[in-house]
């Protein structure tokens, strides 16, 4: 089955880096678009960065110009760059793959907490 597993959250001051990795086994169909999502304590999960097949990756607005998205693909592994990082991206990170036969899954998350 299809296995995504986040690691690289931490804790970190504001203007501070990370770097998150999703590494994905079990795919064997066609894969639309690959992404990280957020969701902060009382909030909805949101979007913060993906790549869509024959596409330009999308941000969100929040994270432009801040954060990169980027794969390996011989390491089957999406990578999340995150640079001047701000209190308000504080958030449990999530890795998701979008199979282009409909099929959405998920990782288990990695916690980033940015400090003040």
């Known amino acids: 089955q299809v296995q995504l597993v986040e690691s690289g959250g931490d804790l970190v001051q504001a203007g501070g880096s990370l770097r998150l990795s999703c590494v994905a086994s079990?795919?064997?169909?066609?894969?639309?678009?690959m992404g990280w999502y957020r969701q902060a304590p009382g909030k909805q999960r949101e979007l913060v960065a993906r790549m869509i097949r024959n596409s330009a990756d999308n941000y969100a607005d929040s994270v432009k110009g801040r954060f990169t998205i980027s794969k390996d693909s011989a390491k089957n592994t999406l990578y999340l760059q995150m640079n001047n990082l701000k209190p308000e991206d504080t958030a449990v990170y999530y890795c998701?793959?979008?199979?282009?036969?409909?099929?959405?899954?998920w990782g288990q998350g990695t916690q980033v907490t940015v400090s003040s």
């Open positions: 998701n793959v979008e199979s282009a036969y409909g099929g959405n899954y």
């Open positions: 079990g795919i064997d169909f066609a894969i639309r678009a």
